[in-house]
């Protein structure tokens, strides 16, 4: 890897993209924790109101739905945010509109297909989450009429993000969406069949494809509105230059399996642990895998901010300027979750009983999976930065391996260790998710998560969520006074030290919240910062 001096271009321009990509990051983390609150709080409303074999048919039928959308898809999300930053980038802001239309026709036309398949074999998908048949059938209807509209939702929202923009995103798929999830479900639960429940769940989709629609046209008429106001002339066109379809599904349809592949590892173990031991198992594995949740949007909302702007550094070869990026914000994501799990892994008890009687059983769960985030949060958004480098057969690669990891050891442990078995398959697959895309990223281009910033973040969280509180229960078990005691402190010297060292921290960018002047379109220079304005699955 080739390095520069402190004060040399390269570096400067890493450390000028920081500050915007905190601003896009601040309004991204803010509907992120919003988002992972309401996602929380409706598996709460679930767990609380229905039985655990009934809530574990609806936490099925939503994994499966989850997972058809993501085929329908077709991973368009990282192809639109990375040739849309590229060509901004590049100056070639004239072929945005044709890219968009080679990523939307196939997944609208692939969205209704999948749409047909699941109407046609609803019987089958009811049997096999276990629920009653036809409550059951007639929700797979419900969500397979819906799906359309979310596959549309989610990638005309991916395309927003590649005008550098977190706002549409954070405003509909991060608040919006999850916040009408919760209040319909809720409604919903108290009386209403499984198909209500199911339509109510997936309903807020449909309001959201149509914003973000609204939205994308609006980004277009500005950006074609400032090329042809003078800001700057279209990049020279050259006669061998691809055409769109072929140089988006090049870089795309390996990207498509990969979603899917990633989806799954989120979501087919509650698929196989109800179709193995049962749905009111299927519950509890869900319960208990929630506190992921938080620690994945948080981790995905500065990924998603950081997105734009490595893209931009890896297409003009910037890979100092990239490092920065990617250390800073690795330490920025063990800041802001190793607090969470650590603090998840030892008041386990206390988090399951939020779900209602019986969720007790998930706490190997939790503390399996704990371990395997820890790690996991540690490289960083590796996944990510190998796309945005174009290394998309990389990835693909890296999620095949992992999901047959866990299919092997859930197929293997589940039937004979129930839930804990899922888990310690999911985990394995994790570890083997990050271990791998890090190997590649250092060996092909030299660039790790692992600065002093990183290092120092997981010595404080740890310290402070890791062996304060878990002193605390090892010496007082269940003395809630103790434990919440050791919190505080442990919370307060977080905050004092992190005051006193930021810098040490990495955590001045975060500071930087003002807006700065838009830069013309297609300037192309490492310094232009890819998030211009502050308007910056689940599992």
Partial sequence: MSTTASGSPAKAAGSAGLPSIARGGALNLAGAGISAVAGV?????????????????????TSVFLLAEMVARLG??????????????????????????????????????????????????ARLVGGPTDQTRTAVV????????????????????????????????RVGRPLLQLGLVAVAVTGGSAAVLAGAWALPWAISAVLAWWWLRRLGRQLHARRHGGEAEPGPRTDSEPAPWREFWVFTGPRAVNS??????????????TVLVGPAQGAVYTAATRFLVVGQLTSTAIATAAQPRLAEQLAVGDRAGALAVYQSATAWIVLLNWPLYLLCAVFADVVLAVFGDGYDAGRPVVLVLAGAMLFATACGMVDMLLNMAGRTSWTLANSVVALVVMIGVDLLLIPRLGILGAGIGWAAAIVANNALPLTQLVVSMGLHPFGRATVRAAALSVVCFGVLPGAAELLLPGDLLAAAGAVVVGGALFLITGLRYRKALGLPALSSLRPRRRLPVGAGSPERPAVPSPDGGNR
């Fill in 41 to 61: 709080l409706l598996v709460v409303v679930v767990t609380r109101a229905l039985p655990q074999d009934d809530a574990g048919v609806f936490f099925a039928l």
């Fill in 76 to 125: 368009t999300g990282t192809g639109l945010v990375y040739f849309i930053a590229r060509l901004r980038s590049l100056g070639r802001t004239d072929r945005i509109r044709a890219f968009q239309r080679v990523a939307l026709t196939p997944v609208v036309a692939l969205s209704l297909v999948t749409c047909a398949v699941l109407v046609v074999w609803a019987p089958q998908f």
């Fill in 142 to 173: 419900v969500l397979a009429v819906l799906l359309p509209v979310t596959t549309l939702s989610d990638t005309l929202l991916a395309a927003t993000r590649g005008h550098a923009t977190m706002l549409p995103t954070v405003a509909l798929d």
């Fill in 260 to 273: 899917l592949a990633q989806l799954a590892l989120q979501r087919l173990d509650i698929v196989l642990v």
